[in-house]
């Protein structure tokens, strides 16, 4: 309920598909993506990140996205998502990290539990909705 039906009503698999595979596969892109599997090797899950794309003064990475099927939250399973893709980004020299979430997201709890500290709020258009996003940002300790 977070994003205008009419929005998610014009969303198409092979689209996204195709942004997937041009924000991967671009020959200078920094974007990489973890996934989470079940038992049986189904995806349940993934987190996405590489170069911030804003404020790259002192948040130089970004957690693009990060999604966990409902049945398998609360499992610590998002924790390691989100860990991973930190981890990613020091390793490769990143100083710090933001994210974007909507406000009225319920996510901003695990982000905030997860030491997300509140930078700022703008306003995005998604289909004919403008929205509230907020950025979140963790600094590494070296």
């Known amino acids: 309920d977070l994003l205008p039906k009419d929005f998610l009503a014009h969303l198409s698999v ?11 596969c671009a020959e200078n892109s920094t974007a990489f993506c973890f996934v989470a599997e079940d038992d049986s090797k189904q995806i349940v899950g993934f987190a996405s990140g590489g170069a911030a794309r804003s404020d790259r003064e002192k948040f130089d990475g970004e957690l693009y996205a990060i999604y966990l099927l409902e049945a398998y939250q609360r499992r610590g399973i998002g924790k390691e998502l989100f860990e991973a893709v930190a981890a990613r980004l020091k390793r490769e020299g990143y100083r710090a ?40 940002g963790w600094e590494w300790t070296t």
Do not use: S
């Open 14 to 24: 092979e689209r996204r598909e195709q942004q997937w595979r041009e924000q991967l």
């Open 97 to 136: 990290m933001l994210l974007w979430v909507l406000e009225q997201n319920a996510a901003r709890g695990f982000y905030e539990r997860l030491g997300g500290k509140f930078l700022r709020a703008q306003p995005i258009t998604i289909g004919e909705t403008t929205l509230d996003e907020l950025a979140y």
